[in-house]
Every structure is written in C-alpha cells, then in structure tokens.
C-alpha cells in the first residue's frame, strides 16, 4: 500500500470511529497490556459505503499481491465477514479458521471445503503480535492448504509480529498502520504533541507501557 492509501483507510476508521486515540485514559487489552489506542474493525459492517470501500481495498490487494490465490479464509471471529466479502467479490472459494476445534459435531477448526495443495490467502481484521493470525495459518497448514500470504485491514506494526510472521514464512500486507494513523491524527489535531510523543513510546515497548 502507498502513503496515500494507507491515509485515506486509516480516516475511514476514524470516521467510524473503529479506532479510538486514548493517551489520557488507556485501554485495556485482554492480554492485559495498557493501550492508548484501541482498534474494533466490526464497526466498519454497520457502515454500508465505508465497509464497501474497506472490501474493496482489501480485494485489490488480495488481487495485486497475491493473484494466484485460490481460497480466502478468515480468521475467526472479526476475520470472517471482511474474508467473506472479499470472497464474495473475487468469486473464490471461502472457508474460516476458529481459534480452537469445535467441542462438538465434526470438531472442525476449519468450516468449508479446503483441497489439499490449495494457494490460501488468510483475511485479518487485525494483526498486532500475530499469534493468533498465525495459529490460523498453522491450522490451514494442517489441513494441507498452501498459505501464500496474508492480508489485513490494519496492522500495529509491532517488531514482535514482523519476526514471527517472517519466522513462519508469510508474507503479509496491510491496509492500514499504526504509523499512518498517528501521522493522521497529528495533521488534523486530534492529539497533542505530548500525547504523539505518548503514543510513539507505546508502540516500542507496549508490553511495558503504562506499567
């Protein structure tokens, strides 16, 4: 994605408000982290003109980096209607990944139809220390699919996930970032320089933030 894209996506989410700046009052996370930002990309489903666009930014990146995908998954649970949509509009097959096997039935940790040597390309809301953006992609692994790569609506860009997805051999690639958002909010003075500063330390050690 360029600067300007990844601009133009980071001022959708703000408009609808699925990402919320919070220097002052931190959020926190279910890791227990402190977080001055907080990110819900749900929210872009009850906007209809924003999630059209999101979906379509999504397919042209599906489309441009990975051409050769012949499945779209999404990861369970805010994964799975963004993959859907973009499953829809490139007329591929789709399946999803849940955290965990079902405790019931088939047990499936992966629901739909996956052929053995499939080219995967994985749909992520979100990606922060990847951990579970690459459970999901260990499960397709499993299940004999090939994951080519993987792309999500907005990235934190921590070191953390940059070293495991390229531990893990997958490439991936995000709509938004951390980095644009906070250049973003910046320009239109939605935090202080004090408060850019706070958000700059957190994104270097947010595992010790706010401790």
């Known amino acids: 994605m360029n600067k300007v894209s990844e601009k133009q996506v980071a001022e959708k989410l703000l408009q609808v408000q699925a990402v919320k700046l919070s220097p002052a009052q931190p959020f926190t996370w279910a890791s227990g982290w402190k977080s001055p930002i907080y990110c819900d990309n749900r929210k872009i489903l ?7 666009y999101i979906k379509s930014e999504l397919c042209n990146l599906v489309f441009e980096t990975f051409p050769e995908a012949a499945v779209i998954a999404g990861v369970a649970t805010a994964g ?3 993959g859907a949509l973009v499953a829809d509009q490139l ?31 994985v749909i992520e809301d979100l990606i ?5 953006s690459l459970e999901a992609v260990q499960a397709i692994r499993a299940a004999g699919g090939e994951v080519i790569g993987m792309v999500s609506i907005f990235n934190y860009g921590f070191d953390i996930a940059v070293k495991a997805f390229e531990a893990a051999g997958v490439p991936f690639h995000s709509l938004s970032n951390y980095t644009a958002m906070i250049a973003l909010a910046e320009e239109k003075g939605i935090v202080s320089a004090d408060e850019i500063a706070t958000l700059q330390a957190w994104r270097s050690a947010p595992d010790q933030w706010g401790r």
């Open 128 to 132: 922060s220390t990847g951990k579970s």
């Open 46 to 52: 009850s906007f209809p003109y924003v999630r059209d």
């Open 91 to 121: 007329k591929l097959p789709f399946i999803y990944v849940r955290s965990k096997p079902k405790e019931h039935g088939m047990g499936n940790q992966i629901e739909g139809v996956l052929q053995a040597g499939q080219q995967v390309v």
């Open 80 to 82: 799975i209607p963004h």
